[in-house]
């Protein structure tokens, strides 16, 4: 196809000898036989002419090029033009304008240019050269009127080091103000490169402070060590040392060329990636749809809780796990728990992102409709950092459930921005304004705030739902539309964008069975069978299908079952088949009327056995010394009734073992008469009884081994 050459085009010759090779055609033969070029870069160059033909082949033979960028290219609009600039511009323009306001031809033929410039020189009275001068910048620049700005942005070498003449650059210091010997000295070659050397020691590779950057870099490399005379070592300035503003500039100059290097060295790698990386796109760019990829991250909630049970037991900050679908901004699940992070929570959000959440609001009170938060789905994608969901975690996901699982890089959560900035708005608009949080660290002075704790998890559950539901309303400011989008007039809020998604943007999402989920999400135990059922953390479960396992339990002694339970909800249980694979609900069985009990999770339960173990053991020890003294008392007694028997038998008469047993049943009879009569009086058989005093008897108690209980 034949090159079309157009007037301000930037043509290459790579076969010319001169250093500066690249034109300008500044004008056309209107019958194509020839043109107008000049070199733009040379400084006395002038138009000059060209056979077009010789252009042609030069195109088609690649010694010449066709040049896209333009250096003179101005695209300032007039407005963001300085005054002054302005005003230069239009003298020369005024200047040349008679001669290439009419776009006469003339003035590019060299014999008529100089005609023109006489003439012109004669009515303006100003310099040839200048009109030259004039006119070569506005061929060069574009033939444009802003080709004629001024260069002042060029004047004064920008970035060049300016060479020591004697005289001290810059702004006079407060010493030289004072004493003029003292205006300081210019950084010379060795004082920059021991300034640089100093700041890369101590401010990149030790991080340090900038000042104290420059204190060691001064104690390093402008100071003298003199001894005195106790022996003890003395720095003292050197006459040319440089001020910490030369140590800054210097440093940051620098600095400045490899800018990306330095703060690296300063903040470390991983900071660096994770907080002044450039960004190169947003989340919704690997999504295409409702359940494309989904984000799971956790926290520590920035908030104190009390127990269930009691609430004057502050239990610590809850574990907080949102999973978010990057397409919409749409928090489809949540968990809060006090374990550790672990799988067992990851599996419980995932759990609840795969759930209905009519039927789990309704659990915390809450009455939605599920047109209000309609996700119960699965994803194609789950990215996760290198936490709970990392090797065969992950890969029972991938194996069991189809979901490819994704983990982030260590220490970048950057890479899960949009959940991260999701757990930002639950602590802006929620958790911050109730009892017991915490957005700084405490000043001096200032009130705990666990003392302000005030919610259970239950309730703070409660309030992380009403908080989800709110976000998942709100008008997204930032968010990316497409054209479809726009033409569509779709509301940007995160529940309207999942429905468009659901129509224009299907196919990402799916389902899994209720019973299916549980068997793989749910953490498993063993429970023990008794009589009353299946006994699992201070909880009966039952059924019939476990009838047979209750009679033999009760007949053989308990036996071990394999279950699998949810952490949050103790209505029910699931009985593990044999296989492994399928699941039997089983039902809490109702021997209580606590609502609070009701309420309690089995991480709750848990707390609560904790806490009751530690006030057995508290028990155990009072038990014991409570022990040891009725043993004392008792002892005593029967220690003091043995000294009164062998005193009876050695005053009374003497009898035979027989006679001893024989006359058991009268002596019965007698001891019952005495008993009934002892309230009325005393009888007159005890008053005949011998008095035996026991104050001179002595009590030793014996020694007992505490060790057996």
Same mark, same amino acid.
């Given at each position: 196809?034949?090159?079309?050459?157009?007037?301000?085009?930037?043509?290459?010759?790579? *076969?010319?000898?001169?250093?500066?090779?690249?034109?300008?055609?500044?004008?056309?033969?209107?019958?194509?036989?020839?043109?107008?070029?000049?070199?733009?870069?040379?400084?006395?160059?002038?138009?000059?002419?060209?056979?077009?033909?010789?252009?042609?082949?030069?195109?088609?033979?690649?010694?010449? %090029?066709?040049?896209?960028?333009?250096?003179?290219?101005?695209?300032?609009?007039?407005?963001?033009?300085?005054?002054? /600039?302005?005003?230069?511009?239009?003298?020369?323009?005024?200047?040349?304008?008679?001669?290439?306001?009419?776009?006469?031809?003339?003035?590019?033929?060299?014999? $008529?240019?100089?005609?023109?410039?006489?003439?012109?020189?004669?009515?303006?009275? !100003?310099?040839?050269?200048?009109?030259?001068?004039?006119?070569?910048?506005?061929?060069?620049?574009?033939?444009?009127?802003?080709?004629?700005?001024?260069?002042?942005? *060029?004047?004064?070498?920008?970035?060049?080091?300016?060479?020591?003449?004697?005289?001290?650059?810059?702004?006079?210091?407060?010493?030289?103000?004072?004493?003029?010997?003292?205006?300081?000295?210019?950084?010379?070659?060795?004082?920059?490169?021991?300034?640089?050397?100093?700041?890369?020691?101590?401010?990149?590779?030790?991080?340090?402070?900038?000042?104290?950057?420059?204190?060691?870099?001064?104690?390093?490399?402008?100071?003298?060590?003199?001894?005195?005379?106790?022996?003890?070592?003395?720095?003292?300035?050197?006459?040319?040392?440089?001020? &910490?503003?030369?140590?800054?500039?210097?440093?940051?100059?620098?600095?400045?060329?490899?800018?990306?290097?330095?703060?690296?060295?300063?903040?470390?790698?991983?900071?660096?990636?994770?907080? &002044?990386?450039?960004?190169?796109?947003?989340?919704?760019?690997?999504?295409?749809?409702?359940?494309?990829?989904?984000?799971?991250?956790?926290?520590?909630?920035?908030?104190? @809780?009390?127990?269930?049970?009691?609430?004057?037991?502050?239990?610590?900050?809850?574990?907080?796990?949102?999973?978010?679908?990057?397409?919409?901004?749409?928090?489809?699940?949540?968990?809060?728990?006090?374990?550790?992070?672990?799988?067992?929570?990851?599996?419980?959000?995932?759990?609840?992102?795969?759930?209905?959440?009519?039927?789990?609001?309704?659990? &915390?009170?809450?009455?939605?409709?599920?047109?209000?938060?309609?996700?119960?789905?699965?994803?194609?994608?789950?990215?996760?950092? !290198?936490?709970?969901?990392?090797?065969?975690?992950?890969?029972? @996901?991938?194996?069991?459930?189809?979901?490819?699982?994704?983990?982030?890089?260590?220490?970048?959560?950057?890479?899960?921005?949009?959940?991260?900035?999701?757990?930002?708005?639950?602590?802006?608009?929620?958790?911050?304004?109730?009892?017991? %949080?915490?957005?700084?660290?405490?000043?001096?002075?200032?009130?705990?705030?666990?003392?302000?704790?005030?919610?259970?998890?239950?309730?703070?559950?409660?309030?992380?739902?009403?908080?989800?539901?709110?976000?998942?309303? !709100?008008?997204?400011?930032? /968010?990316?539309?497409?054209?479809?989008?726009?033409?569509?007039?779709?509301?940007?809020?995160?529940?309207?964008?999942?429905?468009?998604?659901?129509?224009?943007?299907?196919?990402?999402?799916?389902?899994?069975?209720?019973?299916?989920?549980?068997?793989?999400?749910?953490?498993?135990?063993?429970?023990?069978?008794?009589?009353?059922?299946?006994?699992?953390?201070?909880?009966?479960?039952?059924?019939?299908?476990?009838?047979?396992?209750?009679?033999?339990?009760? $007949?053989?002694?308990?036996?071990?079952?394999?279950?699998?339970?949810?952490?949050?909800?103790?209505?029910?249980?699931?009985?593990?088949?044999?296989?492994?694979?399928?699941?039997?609900?089983?039902?809490?069985?109702?021997?209580?009327?606590?609502?609070?009990?009701?309420?309690?999770?089995?991480?709750?339960?848990?707390?609560?056995?904790?806490?009751?173990?530690?006030? $057995?053991?508290?028990?155990?020890?009072?038990?014991?010394?409570?022990?040891?003294?009725?043993?004392?008392?008792?002892?005593?007694?029967?220690?003091?009734? %043995?000294?009164?028997?062998?005193?009876?038998?050695?005053?009374?008469?003497?009898?035979? $073992? *027989?006679?001893?047993?024989?006359?058991?049943?009268?002596?019965?009879?007698?001891?019952?008469?005495? @008993?009934?009569?002892?309230?009325?009086?005393?009888?007159?058989?005890?008053?005949?009884?011998?008095?035996?005093?026991?104050?001179?008897?002595?009590?030793?108690?014996?020694?007992?081994?505490?060790?057996?209980?």
């Amino acid at each position: 196809m034949d090159t079309l050459l157009v007037v301000n085009m930037l043509l290459n010759f790579k *076969q010319s000898t001169e250093d500066e090779s690249i034109y300008r055609i500044l004008w056309i033969d209107p019958q194509g036989l020839f043109l107008i070029l000049i070199n733009i870069h040379k400084s006395s160059a002038l138009p000059i002419f060209q056979d077009t033909s010789t252009i042609l082949e030069g195109i088609q033979d690649g010694n010449i %090029s066709i040049e896209t960028e333009d250096p003179f290219r101005v695209s300032l609009p007039d407005s963001e033009i300085p005054i002054r /600039y302005k005003e230069k511009r239009d003298e020369a323009w005024n200047l040349i304008e008679p001669l290439v306001g009419n776009k006469n031809p003339d003035i590019f033929d060299p014999k $008529k240019r100089g005609a023109l410039i006489n003439i012109l020189n004669l009515i303006t009275v !100003r310099r040839k050269s200048l009109i030259y001068q004039y006119l070569r910048r506005y061929w060069q620049g574009g033939q444009i009127k802003n080709a004629l700005l001024p260069h002042w942005n *060029q004047c004064g070498a920008p970035g060049v080091t300016r060479q020591d003449n004697g005289i001290k650059r810059g702004r006079p210091n407060l010493l030289g103000q004072i004493d003029p010997t003292k205006v300081g000295y210019n950084a010379d070659e060795i004082m920059r490169g021991k300034i640089i050397i100093g700041a890369t020691t101590y401010r990149e590779t030790q991080k340090k402070p900038l000042m104290d950057a420059y204190r060691f870099t001064l104690k390093k490399f402008f100071m003298n060590k003199e001894i005195g005379e106790d022996g003890s070592l003395h720095h003292e300035l050197m006459e040319r040392y440089p001020t &910490y503003i030369q140590f800054k500039y210097w440093y940051y100059k620098y600095r400045d060329k490899g800018y990306e290097k330095a703060l690296s060295n300063i903040e470390g790698d991983r900071k660096f990636l994770l907080n &002044y990386r450039p960004l190169s796109g947003r989340s919704t760019d690997i999504s295409f749809g409702p359940g494309s990829v989904f984000q799971i991250d956790a926290t520590i909630g920035d908030i104190y @809780l009390v127990s269930i049970f009691d609430r004057t037991r502050i239990i610590g900050k809850p574990i907080v796990y949102l999973v978010v679908d990057v397409f919409s901004y749409k928090i489809v699940g949540i968990y809060v728990g006090i374990e550790e992070m672990s799988k067992i929570s990851a599996m419980m959000a995932l759990d609840n992102t795969l759930s209905d959440k009519v039927e789990f609001c309704s659990k &915390y009170g809450i009455n939605i409709s599920s047109d209000d938060w309609n996700c119960h789905h699965k994803p194609e994608i789950l990215l996760a950092d !290198r936490g709970e969901l990392i090797g065969y975690y992950g890969d029972d @996901l991938v194996n069991n459930a189809n979901i490819d699982v994704t983990n982030t890089a260590s220490y970048r959560a950057d890479m899960k921005g949009l959940v991260e900035h999701c757990f930002n708005l639950l602590n802006i608009r929620a958790i911050h304004d109730i009892p017991g %949080s915490y957005d700084k660290p405490r000043g001096r002075g200032e009130r705990d705030p666990r003392l302000d704790a005030t919610l259970n998890i239950y309730e703070f559950t409660q309030i992380l739902i009403n908080t989800v539901l709110c976000l998942n309303h !709100r008008y997204l400011h930032n /968010y990316p539309v497409c054209s479809e989008m726009i033409t569509q007039h779709v509301n940007l809020k995160p529940n309207e964008l999942w429905n468009w998604g659901m129509i224009h943007r299907n196919g990402y999402l799916s389902t899994v069975d209720p019973m299916q989920r549980k068997a793989l999400l749910y953490p498993r135990d063993t429970a023990a069978v008794d009589g009353m059922g299946l006994s699992y953390k201070g909880y009966h479960y039952s059924d019939l299908s476990i009838r047979n396992w209750q009679i033999k339990a009760r $007949k053989e002694g308990r036996s071990k079952l394999e279950i699998a339970y949810h952490p949050r909800i103790t209505d029910e249980i699931y009985l593990v088949s044999k296989d492994g694979k399928s699941l039997k609900p089983l039902c809490r069985v109702e021997n209580s009327s606590d609502e609070l009990f009701k309420m309690a999770s089995f991480e709750d339960i848990d707390d609560y056995n904790f806490k009751r173990r530690g006030i $057995k053991a508290e028990e155990t020890v009072n038990d014991l010394e409570q022990w040891a003294d009725f043993k004392h008392k008792n002892e005593a007694i029967v220690q003091k009734a %043995s000294k009164q028997k062998k005193l009876a038998e050695k005053q009374g008469i003497p009898k035979s $073992k *027989q006679e001893k047993l024989g006359s058991i049943r009268e002596n019965r009879e007698y001891e019952k008469e005495a @008993l009934r009569t002892l309230e009325h009086g005393t009888p007159t058989h005890l008053k005949q009884q011998v008095e035996i005093p026991i104050d001179d008897l002595t009590y030793i108690a014996p020694e007992y081994d505490l060790s057996k209980w």
